[in-house]
Every structure is written in C-alpha cells, then in structure tokens.
C-alpha cells in the first residue's frame, strides 16, 4: 500500500498563497490510472474536498474554492502539490492528501495568521 | 451547491448493530455516486472503509458492510466493538467533484 506524506509551511499569513506538497513512497504515482486528491479540515468541523488530479494530469476542483486553487504533479519527484491562494482565516485547517480511496496522510495543520 | 447529510451523532450498545445513513440533496443516492465511508480516530489517519458503495479494503473488518438503502447510501455495523468509536464521514461523486457528508459521530455506550 502507498504511503502519503503531506508538508509544507505551518503558518501563511492573510492574502499569500498556500503551498503544500504530498510525497508519495511505496509506489509510483505515474503508473496505474488514479486520481490523487486534497481534502482539508478546520478545526473540530467535518472533512471539505478540495480537488483532485489525475495520473495524466487532468484536475478537478470544489466550486467554491476554483478560483483560488491549483493542483499539480510532479511524477520525477513522486509527489503532487496544492496551491490555494488568496488565503484567508478561514483557510485556517489540517489539510490532507489522499488517492482515491485507500491511502491516506497523516494532515498538516496550517494556519492562516499574520 | 450540494448538499450531503448524514446522522449528526449516533448511540450503540457493545455487540449490538447501528445502521449510519447518507442523503443526497439532489436525489436518491445510486451506485453512481460511488459512495464511499470513512473512519476518523482522534491522533489517527483517515480511514477509507468503504468504497462504491459495497466494496471493502482487506483492512476493512468485517462487521462493517456497505449498502443502498431507501435512497441513501448505508454504512452498517454489526457486532460493534468499543473501538469502533469515532466519526464516519460518507463521501459521494457527483460528476467530476466530490462531496462529503457532515459526519456522524458514534458513541458506543
């Protein structure tokens, strides 16, 4: 089973762009057809999808945050990232990273704050 | 915008059987939506217990069984364990994004 390892800053202030990465181990994310999402969490609030891309690069992504968000892939590094810009407060939350739907991170707390 | 909903909080007694549903806004919920079922633990990873509706992980015990059921997607627990204590989060597909349920938190007393 892969293994999803999320990292990135802890701490973003108000109106810059979030960056984070998800490194995946025990497999290649290129070979079989899966898609590889982002699913984030405030705290003590239920579980909100973010978007998703596919192994060949095709995205997907929550209407309400399109504006705001990109997901790449980077197959020679193994992993796929997430960009939300823009953030605010409410962008505060664990923010997870999935394949569809076995593996799992662990979350990464970021924080919007000045 | 969609909405998805489920049970907000349910109780169970040790060895007894719970039954956790989810509802979608736009209609019934067929195996079209792929649903899926999720376990969260505090200081634990998410969980995937559950995927397109029946289908089981090989870490998925076996009391936990995935159906469609008067419209909704189920996610029943038979012969439930002290462990099973926790949040169950549904997920449904619609078209290209996917939504998740509000969770229902299950106490098991």
């Known amino acids: 089973q892969v293994q999803l390892q999320e990292s990135g800053p802890g701490l973003v202030k108000p109106s810059q762009t979030l960056s984070l990465t998800c490194k995946v181990s025990?497999?290649?994310?290129?070979?079989?057809?899966?898609?590889w999402h982002w699913i984030r969490q405030p705290a003590g609030k239920g579980l909100e999808w973010i978007g998703r891309i596919h192994t060949i690069g095709s995205t997907d992504y929550n209407p309400s945050l399109e504006s705001r968000v990109t997901i790449s892939v980077d197959t020679s590094k193994n992993q796929f990232s997430l960009k939300l810009n823009s953030v605010t407060a409410a962008d505060t939350a664990v923010y997870y990273c999935?394949?569809?739907?076995?593996?799992w991170g662990q979350g990464t707390l970021v924080t919007v704050s000045s | 915008q969609t909405v998805v909903t489920q049970e907000p909080s349910l109780t169970v007694s040790p060895g007894g059987t719970v039954t956790l549903t989810c509802a979608s806004s736009?209609?019934?919920?067929?195996?079209?939506?792929?649903p899926s079922w999720l376990q969260q633990k505090p200081g634990q990873a998410l969980r995937t217990l559950i995927y397109?509706?029946?289908n089981k992980h090989s870490w998925t015990p076996a009391r936990f069984s995935g159906s469609l059921l008067g419209g909704k997607a189920a996610l029943t627990l038979s012969g439930v364990q002290p462990e099973d204590e926790a949040d169950y989060y549904c997920l449904l597909y619609y078209g290209g994004g996917w939504v998740f349920g509000g969770g229902t938190q299950l106490t098991v007393l």
């Open positions: 025990g497999g290649s994310i290129s070979s079989g057809s899966y898609f």
């Open positions: 736009s209609g019934a919920v067929t195996s079209g939506y792929y």
């Open positions: 397109s509706a029946t």
């Open positions: 999935a394949r569809e739907w076995s593996s």
